[in-house]
């Protein structure tokens, strides 16, 4: 069963830029990843999505030309570089192994056999 762990985050002011790591155990061999993100009474987003290869990527309008996600399957690590931060990127971040759909338009999350992080709290001040 894969595992994912995430780090990296921290308070950053609005402009700045972040990059946060998560390394996935239990063979993630083939599987789709992504980073979520919940903030307090809004409902959980993929905000960056990658295949196994890299060849396919996912951004919501919201993040696309400020965030990029990236892996290195030789240290079964993903990676997420957040520039441009703004307050309204404030959330636990959530990574996230075995996707259910990955297509350059659509990032879902698998109800039974998605596996997820603890999160890590990123927050922007303005």
């Known amino acids: 069963q894969v595992q994912v762990e995430e780090s990296g985050g921290g308070l950053v002011q609005a402009g700045g830029s972040l990059r946060l790591s998560c390394t996935a155990s239990?063979?993630?061999?083939?599987?789709?990843m992504a980073w979520f993100r919940q903030a307090p009474g809004w409902e959980r987003e993929a905000v960056a999505c990658?295949?196994?290869?890299?060849?396919?990527?996912y951004y919501p309008n919201s993040v696309k030309g400020r965030f990029t996600v990236s892996r290195d399957n030789a240290k079964n690590t993903m990676y997420l570089k957040m520039n441009s931060l703004k307050p309204e990127d404030t959330a636990t971040y959530y990574c996230?192994?075995?996707?259910?759909?990955?297509?350059?338009?659509?990032?879902?999350?698998?109800?039974?056999?998605?596996?997820w992080g603890q999160g890590t709290q990123v927050t922007v001040s303005s």
């Open positions: 990658i295949d196994w290869h890299g060849y396919t990527t």
């Open positions: 239990g063979f993630p061999f083939g599987k789709a």
């Open positions: 996230a192994a075995d996707l259910a759909i990955l297509t350059m338009f659509v990032c879902q999350a698998s109800q039974d056999r998605t596996a």
